[in-house]
């Protein structure tokens, strides 16, 4: 049973910076993309970051891009989500996820990923 712990939200005024992090338990997540996705109240989920397997691939959802990185720590089987220019926009319940399948270069749809974190509140006010 994989589990999945997001920490790193909280409270941030427009323009900052937030680092979040996704830490997995149960199994090792090396040979599995990983993502991010995040929800606001009354919107559908949306997905915001995912990295390959090897880490050599990384995708972007449209608005985060040159502004979020994503990146994975295999040693501590952790993945982040380095967040900067933060705007109102971006709040929301941030998400993890990690991939059903291995050996996965590219995934970006919700209904790929097998298994998923509790979330954390990342709130940006203007």
């Known amino acids: 049973q994989v589990q999945l712990v997001e920490s790193g939200g909280g409270l941030v005024q427009a323009g900052g910076s937030l680092r979040l992090s996704c830490a997995a338990s149960?199994?090792?997540?090396?040979?599995?993309?990983m993502g991010w996705f995040r929800q606001a109240p009354g919107k559908e989920r949306e997905f915001v970051a995912a990295i390959g397997w090897t880490s050599s691939n990384t995708y972007y959802g449209d608005s985060m891009k040159g502004r979020f990185t994503i990146s994975r720590e295999n040693a501590k089987n952790t993945v982040y989500l380095q967040m900067n220019n933060l705007k109102p926009e971006d709040t929301a319940v941030y998400y993890c996820a990690a991939d059903a399948k291995p050996f996965r270069q590219r995934v970006e749809v919700a209904a790929d990923f097998g298994f998923w974190g509790q979330g954390t509140q990342v709130t940006v006010s203007s």
């Open positions: 149960g199994r090792t997540l090396n040979w599995y993309a």
